[in-house]
């Protein structure tokens, strides 16, 4: 708050962790700018949904409930123009909130304060016309004491807006806090297994953290806190300028330096007052299992961007997975067919010009997962033939090694490209909860699966599929190490030693890499396969996908089927075979 109501201070870049009370700070300047000084701001959200969902959560309650607030807006809880869900009309000064979305939104105003929340979810190139933070501040041209504040959680490291805006900075503030022990100052940090300082704890046992002083390994407990954060200072770690709680600026020397116009600060939540230590760890060693058990590192993720406030490093997938390494660890599967670890069968289908590609895995306990089948369907998919090949193809069943026959549960059908109609007949004609249409998302990071509420106005099921999500999770899984494939491996593919199953099909499997595009949410990194065929991975993700669905909206239990399959004598009088199990599963 000091450097916000610093008016020599021109720029101010937050890069922030969630629960450090960012919007509450926001919330306090708009007072302070607007009963203080009198001055006009813009408080731009991403979207014009979030700016009337922030005006009506935040900023009107704000007016309802600060007094001094009411002295100055004398329209509170008043219909009026002046009054609305995009402008408070104060004493002296407005208040504009408005999304960042819309170029409409960056014309016409003027203002001396502007705001930019969450400025990693705006779109980086507004309507075509440029950089939101170029077009919005270019609104405080002409004000005596111009000021922008940029708050934002970080996301992806390639393309962050905020990490490119902090290097304009002159100084990067980090707050240092006392040891409770040896009295030296330092930043809180992560720290990590093999580190001599940072938040330890016993194996499993998140309540036991503490950190460790990264000067004297003094052990410093969660209770200390307090009264670090009452002694701590705002330091730039490269010159040791430091900023006081009177807001004063002075070298490592303790002497004054003029105030910088554009500064940056980081903090993140292991200084919180309303966040325990114990529960940040917790998530993390949730995040971590959740990798070792089947490479999913979602989760990881999100902890590194709302828990650490650090950007998200994607860009170590831009190599290839070498396809000969995953060609040399196919193994043979058991005379009588796939393990029986293999417990639910699910299939992926690639709609192309001339022919139908599918892949069929079967899925266990802890996503461990058995590739049993890539066919290739050649014909004419205007004409029936292929259609009636292909029905058969999805209905057969496959042998597992206890002599079961297993069905197919469910199959996710890509409907892009020249033959919608012809796979939305398909699904209708073979069941719509068993082939399920589905469509790429067309902006990176969604959901591995959106399922829809109702069927679409063709009448099936579309489901959009966050390929993006699809391939990071499978090639992370590929990644995966097994030294025995004869004991369960959470996440792991295996693949069969068969004749369809060569170089050509793991070449396929290994084609896409991560390459940096230009979108309208600025530089992200995306799959791209180049010119090498890639049906071999879109059906694998399409597979995983449907055996998504099933868990998600479809009521599989694999721990069912896994006692099951271990104790066939048992629950005899309940229809649990396989088959009764996969049409339960597609409702009838």
């Known amino acids: 708050?000091?450097?916000?109501?610093?008016?020599?201070?021109?720029?101010?870049?937050?890069?922030?962790?969630?629960?450090?009370?960012?919007?509450?700070?926001?919330?306090?300047?708009?007072?302070?700018?607007?009963?203080?000084?009198?001055?006009?701001?813009?408080?731009?959200?991403?979207?014009?949904?979030?700016?009337?969902?922030?005006?009506?959560?935040?900023?009107?309650?704000?007016?309802?409930?600060?007094?001094?607030?009411?002295?100055?807006?004398?329209?509170?809880?008043?219909?009026?123009?002046?009054?609305?869900?995009?402008?408070?009309?104060?004493?002296?000064?407005?208040?504009?909130?408005?999304?960042?979305?819309?170029?409409?939104?960056?014309?016409?105003?003027?203002?001396?304060?502007?705001?930019?929340?969450?400025?990693?979810?705006?779109?980086?190139?507004?309507?075509?016309?440029?950089?939101?933070?170029?077009?919005?501040?270019?609104?405080?041209?002409?004000?005596?004491?111009?000021?922008?504040?940029?708050?934002?959680?970080?996301?992806?490291?390639?393309?962050?807006?905020?990490?490119?805006?902090?290097?304009?900075?002159?100084?990067?503030?980090?707050?240092?806090?006392?040891?409770?022990?040896?009295?030296?100052?330092?930043?809180?940090?992560?720290?990590?297994?093999?580190?001599?300082?940072?938040?330890?704890?016993?194996?499993?046992?998140?309540?036991?953290?503490?950190?460790?002083?990264?000067?004297?390994?003094?052990?410093?407990?969660?209770?200390?806190?307090?009264?670090?954060?009452?002694?701590?200072?705002?330091?730039?770690?490269?010159?040791?300028?430091?900023?006081?709680?009177?807001?004063?600026?002075?070298?490592?020397?303790?002497?004054?330096?003029?105030?910088?116009g554009n500064i940056s600060f980081h903090i993140w939540t292991a200084y919180s007052p309303w966040v325990q230590w114990s529960q940040f760890v917790s998530e993390f060693i949730i995040a971590t299992d959740l990798i070792a058990k089947d490479g999913e590192t979602t989760k990881l993720k999100t902890f590194c961007n709302t828990t650490l406030g650090e950007t998200w490093d994607d860009s170590n997938d831009t190599?290839?997975?070498?396809?000969?390494?995953?060609y040399s660890r196919r193994e043979h599967y058991p005379l009588g067919g796939f393990?029986?670890?293999?417990?639910?069968?699910?299939?992926?289908?690639?709609?192309?010009?001339?022919?139908?590609?599918?892949?069929?895995?079967?899925?266990?306990?802890?996503?461990?997962?058995?590739?049993?089948?890539?066919?290739?369907?050649?014909?004419?998919?205007?004409?029936?033939?292929?259609?009636?090949?292909?029905?058969?193809?999805?209905?057969?069943?496959?042998?597992?090694?206890?002599?079961?026959?297993?069905?197919?549960?469910?199959?996710?059908?890509?409907?892009?490209?020249?033959?919608?109609?012809e796979v939305y007949d398909f699904s209708k004609q073979a069941g719509e909860h068993f082939v399920i249409p589905t469509k790429g998302a067309s902006v990176y990071g969604e959901p591995l699966i959106t399922y829809p509420r109702k069927r679409n106005k063709h009448g099936v099921l579309l489901t959009m599929i966050g390929t993006d999500t699809g391939k990071d999770i499978v090639y992370n899984r590929l990644k995966l190490i097994n030294n025995d494939n004869d004991k369960p491996a959470p996440g792991y593919y295996h693949f069969p030693v068969a004749e369809w199953c060569n170089k050509g099909f793991f070449a396929q499997l290994c084609s896409e890499v991560k390459i940096p595009k230009k979108t309208s949410r600025g530089m992200v990194m995306v799959y791209d396969a180049g010119s090498r065929r890639n049906e071999v991975i879109d059906c694998a993700v399409l597979s995983l996908a449907a055996y998504k669905i099933s868990i998600d909206h479809y009521g599989l239990n694999l721990s069912m089927l896994s006692e099951k399959a271990e104790h066939p004598e048992r629950n005899t009088k309940v229809k649990n075979s396989f088959l009764d199990v996969a049409k339960r599963l597609n409702r009838g």
Not at 165 to 182: A, N, R, T
Not at 319 to 326: N, Y
Not at 381 to 397: F, G, I
């Open 1 to 260: 708050m000091n450097a916000i109501s610093n008016d020599d201070v021109r720029i101010i870049n937050w890069i922030k962790s969630a629960r450090v009370g960012a919007t509450k700070i926001m919330l306090a300047s708009t007072g302070y700018f607007a009963e203080h000084k009198k001055r006009n701001q813009l408080f731009y959200q991403p979207t014009n949904g979030d700016a009337e969902d922030f005006c009506k959560t935040e900023i009107d309650t704000m007016l309802r409930d600060v007094a001094c607030m009411r002295d100055i807006f004398p329209d509170v809880g008043k219909k009026s123009k002046n009054n609305t869900q995009t402008l408070k009309q104060f004493l002296g000064s407005t208040l504009r909130v408005l999304g960042g979305n819309t170029p409409t939104n960056f014309r016409r105003y003027s203002s001396h304060v502007n705001y930019y929340d969450e400025a990693e979810a705006f779109t980086h190139d507004v309507g075509g016309e440029g950089s939101f933070l170029l077009l919005g501040d270019k609104r405080l041209e002409g004000a005596i004491f111009p000021k922008s504040i940029r708050m934002t959680t970080p996301k992806l490291k390639y393309g962050s807006i905020i990490e490119g805006e902090v290097k304009l900075s002159d100084y990067y503030f980090k707050y240092h806090v006392p040891c409770p022990h040896c009295d030296e100052k330092q930043v809180l940090k992560w720290g990590g297994k093999d580190c001599s300082y940072g938040f330890k704890w016993d194996k499993g046992k998140p309540e036991t953290c503490f950190y460790l002083c990264e000067h004297n390994g003094c052990v410093i407990k969660n209770n200390d806190l307090y009264h670090m954060n009452e002694k701590g200072i705002w330091r730039d770690e490269d010159t040791g300028v430091q900023l006081d709680a009177e807001g004063r600026f002075f070298d490592k020397n303790n002497i004054d330096i003029p105030t910088p």
């Open 319 to 326: 190599e290839r997975l070498d396809g000969d390494i995953l």
């Open 339 to 421: 393990s029986k670890r293999g417990l639910a069968i699910f299939g992926g289908m690639d709609m192309q010009d001339d022919r139908v590609e599918g892949s069929v895995y079967a899925v266990g306990l802890d996503n461990e997962t058995f590739l049993l089948e890539h066919f290739i369907l050649r014909g004419d998919p205007s004409q029936s033939q292929l259609w009636d090949a292909l029905h058969v193809k999805m209905t057969k069943t496959y042998t597992r090694e206890d002599g079961q026959e297993i069905p197919v549960s469910r199959w996710c059908f890509d409907s892009a490209g020249h033959f919608t109609t």
